[in-house]
């Protein structure tokens, strides 16, 4: 009725029809006489975002599928859309043309995406990353080339884009981790101003890639943990013992490092957790759980407290999560306790969660409030959630061993309850119990005999059955009476109820034939023509087994052994034990069964992956306008070294901004950049001219390579950045330490106070000479400190906090083996007397490829002093290369040789009495050498 | 990620739907009523009910439930939170959030959810973004737009989307300039039967109305920041500077928003501002049972308490009440046994109090439950915790705004247990 008229009038007056159209786009039935008319609609309009076609494009796209032919119709106009100098327009063209699930159009969505992609507009480019999947629904054939347009997208680096394009990467390939490398350190310093949807899709996708780049943190503990509670359960078996704890030494003495990608994903989802939105913190909250050290856990507890605030569907969900973390870390949730308690008004559904909650938490020390809480439970009007409250009590008792006796009191006093859930429920859980220890109980089971003539429950019935049957030696006079009684109402029982009477007289029988033998024959006939094939079977097989008869088989021998065996008490776990298989947080982990598309979670990689993929190519313009020769006579002088300033030095002022904002990413370079930077800086030296030279405004930096590492960047140290270097030069107040610069910038906008060393959390050994505290820092200035570390001659890194007036920060220095050590100058004939002292063991030599560019003696020796503070021994060949050093904190001497042979061939020979060093130290000027 | 999203009246029918990618029939909800069947109270609806080919993701607001339904894995609160953001939106742009509403707004519900959603993804959920897209309906507009025939999509292109602070938007003007706060602190607390506290915490919330012109950037700051334990923002609050200075620094949106929640640390003892005196008994063998209530102030920092309100579920085995309240009025339901006393005011020298007797049915035993008691209560000019507003500063434009903060502490999930 209304449709034809909308129909014919829709020319004259379109604006006034389409919202009784709308109106109707719900109703099912499609509208092909309106559709035409609604294509030519469409084409005909001017203006691109008029207001009709905002609805007719709604209804376009619902119908598209069902009128495919009429849709094609409108194609053109959209595909004039995608060409406006408009970007919103160009957004919204796009967006509706890849909504009509037509397959015909396939090839201009793709061709209209790959143009998007390389918009100008990051708007519209997080439309072309909407785009992505909906194009793979429609066509999943165009999987390849969709994964090109989504490893470009990914590349981007505006906060508009970065959540869509994930979305993208997880509906279309989420198996493909290897486009996330390059892009993992700029995805986790986005994160935070990524708006929230994309946020939790981030931070979902990178937990996944945390756990198959990084080793486990708790990898130590876990072995420790294990060790000792296998100890604690199987102490007679020693020889299992003591294999573990050689596996925990064996775990000890190989330290766990945290990579410093796998922190800076902690570091950067730590403040989400201040987020509103629900789904956000319970996000960040289950990569923590997933990832993060033991120790630092806890931090997510508080958060996810917090969100029970909230709507009760919410409430559900994150209880049904807590649920699961409590029976791993149960410690984390204890402060938060009372946040659990049940309140009358909560859901059913959320009583019972919580209640799964406050069971896991309970322990020795609380279990007495946890209780006396649980008993006003037990009062409630809710009968479903007084049953859960009997089998949480029941749990308690079996898991903590001092109240077992209290709880069964409790228990057995509510078997005289009035209401009959709530017994039948107690005698359940009772007999759960009973099992454990049933000699001190037999007035318990008395009790429950006389129940049984109440009792209505199937369950409970059969219960206390089994459980009469089970200590019939306890309970022998009664419990021949309750069989007669039993096999009076036998044929109105339940199934269960028949079973446990069979259970029952087959086990009387055996103990006390003489009084049951009739009862028992009288029961298995009646059991003989029950409906149910269950105890048909079940009677018959009985039978046989128990009733002597002269063809009964070997087996009837032992049938006394077969029933009245010892049976092992049952444990009552969570239904949630176990469930942190799934990622938390996932829908698959809420329904405790994998949903279409879960990811599972990987586990953790025995050994890292190389680190080193996720470093980032950074441009070479870049590179060369950031390190700046400081002047030829540097790569003169004798020790090869060379210098560059870490201040900004370019040339001009504009670029001096921009190179700023690349020191973030100065920590991702690779040795294999600095090499080629070093290169440049060599091939800079020849080609620079004097007047060009005195152009450049230059700090000359103590000597030596300047890398600088950074320590704590602007951004997580709120303003305050720091970054150390290994100066190379002798730390004056004590010889055995290695000296290290490091630079405060204070980009904040007021001042800092009172920069000091605090805590230094060292390996055995280790030593660290504090600078003076620097009292002021104005906003804007930099100042450089020096301190001193003896690292013990290891690799070891040396934790310490950096304190200022209003925070601290943990903070680590790492030493690169090359600068443990110092210069020793030796003569020829010297350095060939030691190397002979330092042969065998102490040797280390390996032969290797020289690269491209080490063609000639000057390069080999630039190269390996760049890797190491050794300084150059003289030698009559040309066609060998020498160093010396001593190590900084023992004084180990360390000898270099690098013999090369025609084709770019050569022998590397370490010799050091610290062979890890040597070790070590071939491996980084290997890497050196061969580039 | 949301495929389809469907709207159920309390009386189980699906008024609306909205389809995000390839439509998913109505059947598919036949599975929600099922678990509506099986649910005793409307709430008790699992929140998620997996079908054979679908996940259903329900919530229940203003007694609508709002259906989403999924195909493949996405964590159950993305879906859940945006189910809420819309119901947020809705009552943003039609003041309430009934069936009625929806369905005399059903155009520009249509064009909100289109706006929100792109292929199931969230696309602009930011209200101060949708407001530009999408003019809310006014009166005044209604009638316009009946006449001439448009409707409520802006005409302007959606700008906000593309700005550094999506949350506001550029060239807000206002004549009369101001910045209204109020902090509202809840007061949770399970008291026992002896009057003794169980458990009991404050959370509170600052929610702004903020009118300023042009784009300025704001500066709260408190007497006593070290109260507050755990916060959570509204994005525009910048994140480091709390951190440093425990100040917050925001460019606001413009209107009605929630600046920040936060919870009171628990090691203060929290200052419970009323008692309750009960004495509720049912003798064994008789079938009537006696009802006394007083309450009465206490720790209040001399402030009124007001808007008081008693609730209590009795148990079921009671027929009818018959009380006498010193004040106020009060209401039972002998359907569903719950007693409500509207007290008002309590004043300090004439303490409230119900007072009367139950009748029970005849020949059933006592009933061996005790109810709790809700209560629910107002207190003006008190933030409880002790939270103070230090002050206010605006930089960033010239004009001098007109500031104000209003404290207020309210019962949240009061409970006395019997």
Known sequence: QVAPAAGTRFHQDRAKNHPILLSHTNALNSRSELYSPLCECVCSDVCFLSQVKKLVYVYLVRYAEEQQDLALLSISTFQRGLKDPNQLIRASALRVLSSIRVTIIVPIMMLAIKEAASDMSPYVRKTAAHAIPKLHSLDPEQKDQLIEVIEKLLADKTTLVAGSVVMAFEEVCPDRIDLIHKNYRKLCNLLIDVEEWGQVVIINMLTRYARTQFLNPNINESLLEESSEKAFYASDDEEDEDKKAEAATLAKRKPYVMDPDHRLLLR????????????VVMAVAQLYFHLAPKAEVGIIAKALVRLMRSHSEVQYVVLQNVATMTIKRRGMFEPYLKSFYIRSTDPTQIKILKLEVLTNLANETNISTILREFQTYIKSMD??????SIQAIGRCATNIGEVRDTCLNGLVQLLSNRDELVVAESVVVIKKLLQMQPEQHSDIIKHMAKLIDNIQVPMARASILWLIGEYCEHVPKIAPDVLRNMAKTFTNEEDIVKLQIINLAAKLYLTNSKQTKLLTQYVLNLAKYDQNYDIRDRARFIRQLIVPTDKSGALSKYAKKLFLALKPAPVLQSTFKDRDHFQLGSLSHLLNAKAAGYQELPDWPES???????????KDSVCARRTVLTGPEESDSGSGSESASASDESGSGSESEESREETESEDEEEDEEKEKKRKKRLDKTKAKKPAEE???RCTIAPSGSIKMYELLHRITGEGLAVEYCFSRQPFSPDPNMVAVQIQFTNNTNSETKNLHIEEPRLQSGMRIREFTEIGLQPSGESVTVVMGIDFCDSTQAANFQLCTHTRKFFVSIQPPVGELMTPVFLTENDFKKEQGKLMGMNEISEKLMLGEKCVNEHVIVERVTATANLSRVPCGSEKECRFAGKTVSSGCLVLVTVPTKEGGGAQLTVNCE???????LVKDIMQALSQ | MIHSLFLVNASGDIFLEKHWKSVVSRSVCDYFFEALERATEPENVPPVIPTPHHYLINVLRHRIYFVAVIQSEVPPLFVIEFLHRVVDTFQDYFGVCTEAAIKDNVVVVYELLEEMLDNGFPLATESNILKELIKPPTILRTVVNTITGSTNVGEQLPTGQLSVVPWRRTGVKYTNNEAYFDVIEEIDAIIDKSGSTITAEIQGVIDACVKLTGMPDLTLSFMNPRLLDDVSFHPCVR???????????????????????????????????????????????????????TLGPKQT????????????????GVLNANLNPSQGTYTFDPVTKLLS????????????????????QAGASKPDENPTINIQFKIQQLAISGLKVNRLDMYGEKYKPFKGIKYMTKAGKFQVRT
């Open chain 2, 301 to 316: 920092m001399g402030k009124a308490v007001e808007s008081v309100l008693v609730s209590s579920q009795l148990p079921r």
């Open chain 1, 383 to 388: 009968k479903d959630f007084v049953a859960a």
């Open chain 1, 694 to 696: 005195s152009a450049e």
């Open chain 1, 268 to 279: 950067n989802t730590k403040p989400l957790l201040q987020s509103r939105n629900a789904a």
């Open chain 1, 608 to 618: 890292a992956p190389d680190p080193s993929v996720r470093n980032v190519e950074v």
């Open chain 2, 239 to 293: 994140f480091k500077r709390w951190e440093a200075e425990r100040i917050l620094s925001f460019i606001p949106p413009d209107g009605n928003f929630r600046l920040l929640s936060y919870h009171v640390s628990s090691q203060n003892l929290v200052a419970i501002p009323v008692y309750v005196k009960h004495n509720i008994s049912f003798r064994e063998g008789s079938s009537q049972g006696r009802f006394e209530l």
């Open chain 1, 914 to 920: 610290k062979m890890l060093i040597g070790t070590l």
């Open chain 2, 341 to 360: 006393w509207d007290v008002g005011k309590i004043n300090p020298q004439k303490l409230p109090s119900l007072k009367g007797s139950m009748s029970l």
